[in-house]
């Protein structure tokens, strides 16, 4: 019976090194490192063998300062993984404020496989818990890009105060298709579909 297949190993300090570590079987699933420098899936035994799931090819990642945190899937059912703050030092932990967002690094490049993009969103705890988001909503990472991934965040109130240390979990990020369609071709006319040019409340409002 096939196996459930994911990544494990994360990636070394050091570029060069091509070994890539499997992670050993177990009673149940375990925290999943990110990636494998050899760029192959590897395959992790989960608790079953009738769950299976394959992870398309390795996100290579480049840690830009030695003090940067690879990510990694915390969950073997998790869509999505933490980006972590980098560069702050021991200064004063920056605060995003209404007016006043800070701009935080992560101290990491990613090389996303071509037909996919990074997609990274808002800590479902920052806004819950603090009225903090992604300045931008939502950041896209295409895969030609190769310089640092950045976070600012901004603040919608004054509540709680969140200040951002080193290390800390700034944002998640999600890797999803994105297939290269046939180009954009300009046309007289488009198809009829039963809502046609209806916008905001066409379908109605209420339960």
């Known amino acids: 019976m096939t196996r459930a297949r994911t990544l494990a190993g994360a ?7 091509q070994e890539s ?5 177990s009673d149940g699933p375990k925290s999943l490192n990110f990636l494998s420098t050899t760029g192959e899936a590897q395959p992790l035994d989960l608790e079953s063998d009738d769950q299976r799931f394959y992870v398309a090819p ?9 003090t940067a945190i690879i990510p990694r899937y915390a969950t073997a059912g998790a869509a999505a ?5 980098d560069g702050l030092g021991d200064g004063v932990p920056p605060r995003p404020m209404p007016g006043t967002p800070v701009d935080i690094g992560t101290g990491l490049a990613f090389a996303v496989p071509p037909g996919y993009v990074m997609l990274v969103f808002s800590r479902s705890g920052h806004a819950w818990r603090h009225d903090v988001r992604l300045a931008n909503c939502v950041g896209v ?4 890009y190769r310089g640092e991934v950045r976070i600012k965040l901004a603040a919608d109130s004054m509540r709680d105060g969140l200040r951002i240390r080193q290390g800390d979990r ?5 890797i999803v298709a994105a297939p290269r369609l046939g180009g954009l071709v300009e046309v007289d006319q488009l198809d009829e579909t039963e809502r046609g040019e209806g916008g905001f409340g066409s379908t109605g409002s209420g339960a």
């Open 11 to 17: 990636l070394p300090a050091s570029s060069g090194d």
């Open 58 to 66: 390795a996100v290579r990642v480049r840690r830009l300062s030695p």
């Open 170 to 174: 700034i944002a998640q990020a999600l």
């Open 81 to 85: 993984f933490d980006l972590h703050a």
């Open 21 to 25: 570590t499997q992670a050993p079987a």
């Open 141 to 144: 990472i295409d895969p030609d």
